[in-house]
């Protein structure tokens, strides 16, 4: 077995279903098409048949070539955040179904570490997330290695959890130095970015199924809920010359509960050992939509078409 097997690069394209008029009518028209370059190194430090212990790297870059405004300038090239990985995986000799050829029971845990190599992180005082992964796999055989279709399926539940490590409770920045007015009436100077507050931690639960169609198609479809919780703001007392101090009014259980989901859909073909083509759909979106209502999970504004192809190392 290759140390440095599962390592891949890939080059995708994706714009969004409003841009190609796909789905419902849309407040205003901010067409989207976007280049992801994404590299994971991978490097297995013990690689036995039923335990293994790897570390791994996921860095991306984003290339907006279309003008909306997911980006502050027209064609900004973007870093994503830098996610490192340290998981061990134990295989079982006996899983779920006990011994029966093509069942596979599998558990992986370990730390997780986001560095804010993204702009948007940097930029609102995030030093460093914190976290534990943990995946549960099993492969259940359809029709068999041998069969022409339907060969087998793996099924997946996973978690993450972690807290982000930042200047503030609130984003802020000390570039921004922006004049704002006190309930004094008196001009500051102040470096807070935006008026919600910062994850205090959050918790990604998944769940994902990849069918073996043929001996090189492959369907996978995936669900992720992405569930944080926010820093609450301090009840202290707010004091002006005029009037005095007086405590802010708030309510008796104020939201602090953040939900978004990720819905992912994606047929990939095998056009050599090392080479990979993969067409899907994903929409990830805050659960609760701009009008206050709970939006549907299959789909947004933003959702979009993909086109991804992926270079890997095999396994020998």
Avoid at 11 to 27: K, P, W
Avoid at 67 to 95: C, M, W
Wanted: glycine share 8%.
């Amino acid at each position: 077995m290759h140390r440095w097997r599962g390592s891949y690069i890939a080059l995708d394209q994706s714009v969004t279903t409003q841009t190609v008029r796909v789905g419902a009518d849309f407040q205003s028209y901010d067409p989207t098409y976007e280049l992801w370059l994404s590299a994971k190194p991978q490097y297995y430090f013990i690689d036995r048949a039923h335990n293994k212990l790897s570390l791994s790297v996921w860095l991306n870059a984003f290339w907006e070539l279309t003008n909306s405004d997911t980006t502050t300038k027209q064609r900004e090239i973007l870093l994503g955040p830098t996610f490192v990985t340290a998981p061990y995986l134990h295989v079982f000799r006996r899983g779920l179904w006990g011994d029966r050829p093509g069942y596979k029971t599998a558990v992986s845990v370990g730390p997780r570490i986001v560095l804010p190599t993204d702009k948007a992180s940097w930029d609102s005082g995030q030093y460093v997330s914190l976290g534990v992964t943990s995946f549960l796999s099993q492969g259940v055989p359809l029709r068999g290695e041998d069969a022409r279709f339907w060969r087998g399926a793996e099924f997946t539940l996973g978690v993450a959890a972690g807290a982000p490590i930042s200047r503030a409770t609130s984003a802020v920045n000390n570039d921004i130095r922006q004049l704002r007015e006190d309930v004094a009436g008196r001009l500051i100077v102040s470096d807070q970015l935006r008026g919600s507050m910062n994850t205090k931690y959050y918790l990604n639960l998944s769940a994902s199924a990849d069918v073996q169609v043929t001996s090189r198609t492959t369907f996978s479809a995936s669900y992720v809920i992405l569930d944080s919780w926010a820093y609450l703001p301090n009840d202290a007392q707010v004091c002006s010359l005029f009037t005095g101090c007086v405590a802010p009014m708030g309510g008796d259980n104020p939201p602090n509960f953040r939900v978004a989901t990720w819905l992912t859909a994606s047929l990939a073909y095998e056009l050599t050992k090392t080479l990979n083509l993969a067409v899907g759909y994903f929409n990830r979106a805050n659960q609760i939509g701009p009008d206050g209502q709970r939006r549907s999970p299959f789909w947004s504004p933003d959702a979009r078409l993909f086109v991804t192809v992926t270079g890997v190392i095999p396994d020998k």
